[in-house]
């Protein structure tokens, strides 16, 4: 995550589909992807999904997200997840992923949350919602706590201006749901605009980290 910078947030229902677009997300530079935790059986989606990356896409570093419970990630992690992402801090998911040396990133929206996930053994936390906090936020956290790994979500777009502000601002990685998966690509099974989009906004994040 922190080596690329980047980590495509997608979910379908369909398990064709959702090979599709890890393949052009691997192909367009992505070595870390996670499957959102959204929707009925999605379980028995990333089952699928795992069990077939490890020959399509190798060298990938599959998780999941929206995981609220310890219940949920105890499942994925025996589904083959790499990592579990939430969008809250919870202190028994950390227990049940350290227990299996998988790694947890939480969602923290203050100074207190990211200090009790880091007390927790989360390396990473993630920032958010990253549209509501901001650049100024993760500045702001990062002055007092510099050794703090911090990943946004939320409000992250394939464009250079909102790149540069988040790494200049000092994340080490970031979170990009549907402003990489446009649904009318998904739509026409356009899986070259999705590898163009992962491989220029790798280009964006490379540039912008040479000015930090």
């Not at 379908?12 to 959702?18: E, G, K, S, T």
Request: proline share 7%.
């Amino acid at each position: 995550m922190v080596t690329k910078g980047m980590v495509p947030v997608f979910y379908h229902p369909d398990i064709h589909v959702a090979r599709k677009v890890l393949k052009a997300c691997h192909a367009g530079g992505v070595c870390a992807f996670e499957f959102t935790n959204r929707g009925d059986f999605a379980q028995l989606v990333f089952k699928e999904l795992a069990s077939s990356a490890r020959d399509e896409v190798p060298g990938m570093v599959l998780g999941v997200g929206s995981v609220p419970d310890p219940a949920t990630a105890a499942l994925y992690i025996q589904l083959g997840a790499d990592f579990v992402i939430s969008p809250g801090f919870n202190p028994e998911v950390a227990r049940v992923c350290n227990r299996r040396l998988i790694p947890y990133i939480p969602g923290c929206a203050t100074v207190t949350e990211i200090g009790a996930a880091q007390e927790a053994g989360c390396d990473i936390c993630k920032v958010f919602p990253g549209d509501v906090l901001g650049p100024s936020f993760v500045k702001s956290v990062l002055a007092p706590m510099p050794w703090s790994n911090l990943m946004v979500t939320g409000g992250v777009k394939p464009e250079k201006a909102n790149l540069e502000a988040w790494f200049k601002a000092g994340v080490k990685c970031v979170g990009m749901g549907s402003q990489l998966f446009p649904k009318d690509a998904i739509a026409n099974s356009d899986w070259t605009r999705i590898t163009k989009l992962c491989e220029e906004s790798l280009q964006i994040i490379e540039e912008a980290r040479a000015y930090v």
